[in-house]
């Protein structure tokens, strides 16, 4: 089992539709989470992070459940520029585990 | 210019060569990472080095060897390329760990 899990997608969504993402993570030790966004053949580029108590910026809503080992991200009125894969990020002692990325697609 | 800058771009290699990807950063961190992404598999850790004289293997290190020449280098060699080390490969820097990662742009390897 991998230590952090996403659904691949692709997720095809129209513009200003609301999408969700979800992620697992294994290791309940683990400390800090993020979301990063990747565009195709770029480097990843931090998002935000994710924090128990929620994480807004603009459209986009983190959620950790320490509970249940899940990070989700929700992104609102979808635009086309949204368009990338979003990878789930864990962090444990230093140590930082990525979600292969879940693609999704804004069509006009 | 970019704060984490890798070289080349792109590589095309054959089988059994020598390859030295290199990284350098402008951040001031101490905190440097080589990864490599595949399709489907997210990026997994090579290697990598809190400080100049600290070296670490990650998950997948077999086949790779690295050097920290300074705080702001940070050098990733396959001794011998083989077809499966085709990759985009990606060095990071980290202040610390809960900060988030800064990327370069990362290294397109093709081993033929």
């Given at each position: 089992r991998k230590e952090v899990e996403q659904d691949p997608g692709p997720f095809n969504v129209p513009e200003g539709a609301t999408v969700a993402f979800n992620c697992t993570y294994s290791n309940s030790a683990s400390q800090s989470f993020f979301w990063y966004r990747q565009d195709c053949r770029k480097e990843p580029k931090l998002l935000m992070s994710v924090y128990s108590s929620g994480n807004e910026d603009g459209r986009f809503t983190a959620q950790l459940n320490r509970a249940s080992q899940y990070i989700s991200l929700l992104i609102r009125?979808?635009?086309?520029?949204?368009s990338a894969t979003y990878l789930c990020v864990v962090i444990r002692d230093n140590d930082m585990r990525f979600g292969a990325g879940t693609r999704l697609t804004v069509k006009p | 210019d970019a704060d984490v800058t890798q070289t080349p771009r792109n590589r095309i290699t054959k089988t059994g060569k020598r390859i030295m990807l290199e990284c350098s950063q402008?951040?001031?961190?101490?905190r440097m990472y080589w990864y490599r992404q595949d399709p489907g598999l997210g990026l997994r850790l090579i290697y990598y080095s809190f400080d100049v004289k600290d070296i670490n293997k990650g998950e997948i290190s077999d086949g790779y060897s690295v050097s920290?020449?300074?705080?702001a280098k940070f050098s990733l060699s396959l001794e011998s390329a083989i077809p499966n080390q085709t990759a985009l490969y990606f060095c990071a820097t980290s202040g610390?760990?809960?900060d988030g990662y800064t990327f370069g742009s990362g290294t397109r390897l093709t081993v033929v």
């Amino acid at each position: 089992r991998k230590e952090v899990e996403q659904d691949p997608g692709p997720f095809n969504v129209p513009e200003g539709a609301t999408v969700a993402f979800n992620c697992t993570y294994s290791n309940s030790a683990s400390q800090s989470f993020f979301w990063y966004r990747q565009d195709c053949r770029k480097e990843p580029k931090l998002l935000m992070s994710v924090y128990s108590s929620g994480n807004e910026d603009g459209r986009f809503t983190a959620q950790l459940n320490r509970a249940s080992q899940y990070i989700s991200l929700l992104i609102r009125d979808s635009k086309l520029s949204d368009s990338a894969t979003y990878l789930c990020v864990v962090i444990r002692d230093n140590d930082m585990r990525f979600g292969a990325g879940t693609r999704l697609t804004v069509k006009p | 210019d970019a704060d984490v800058t890798q070289t080349p771009r792109n590589r095309i290699t054959k089988t059994g060569k020598r390859i030295m990807l290199e990284c350098s950063q402008t951040k001031g961190h101490d905190r440097m990472y080589w990864y490599r992404q595949d399709p489907g598999l997210g990026l997994r850790l090579i290697y990598y080095s809190f400080d100049v004289k600290d070296i670490n293997k990650g998950e997948i290190s077999d086949g790779y060897s690295v050097s920290r020449q300074a705080q702001a280098k940070f050098s990733l060699s396959l001794e011998s390329a083989i077809p499966n080390q085709t990759a985009l490969y990606f060095c990071a820097t980290s202040g610390s760990g809960a900060d988030g990662y800064t990327f370069g742009s990362g290294t397109r390897l093709t081993v033929v």
